[in-house]
Nanobody, 120 residues
């Protein structure tokens, strides 16, 4: 199982931006989908965005137009550019993989997550 390390979170006021990174310990070029999840206290962990190996993307409605997911298969890194951040975006953000597609996310393996706090 590839190891995933998330980073780039922080404490920012509403309207500002953050860029999250997910660095994989091995190649991600053959992994069909890479995605970002988030979990706020008291909430279920929810899928935020996903990107396929050929660059197709999907976004949750609550981040469309604000967040952009991308992947670099040479650097084995997945990014989440988060703009126009809102307080409700506050959560721990996690990276995950869907090696064979069909939404078969590896719920049994997660990185440590990175905290995003949006507050005045």
């Amino acid at each position: 199982q590839v190891q995933l390390v998330e980073g780039g979170g922080g404490f920012v006021p509403p309207g500002e931006s953050l860029r999250l990174t997910c660095v994989a310990s091995g190649s991600i070029s053959s992994i069909y989908g890479m995605g970002w999840y988030r979990q706020a206290p008291g909430n279920e962990r929810e899928l935020v965005a996903a990107v396929t190996s050929d660059g197709r993307t999907n976004y949750a409605d609550f981040v469309k137009g604000r967040f952009t997911i991308s992947r670099d298969n040479v650097k084995n890194t997945v990014y989440l550019q988060m703009n126009s951040l809102k307080p409700e975006d506050t959560a721990v953000y996690y990276c995950n993989s869907d090696p064979v597609g069909y939404g078969r996310w590896r719920y049994d393996y997660w990185g440590q997550g990175t905290q995003v706090t949006v507050s005045s």
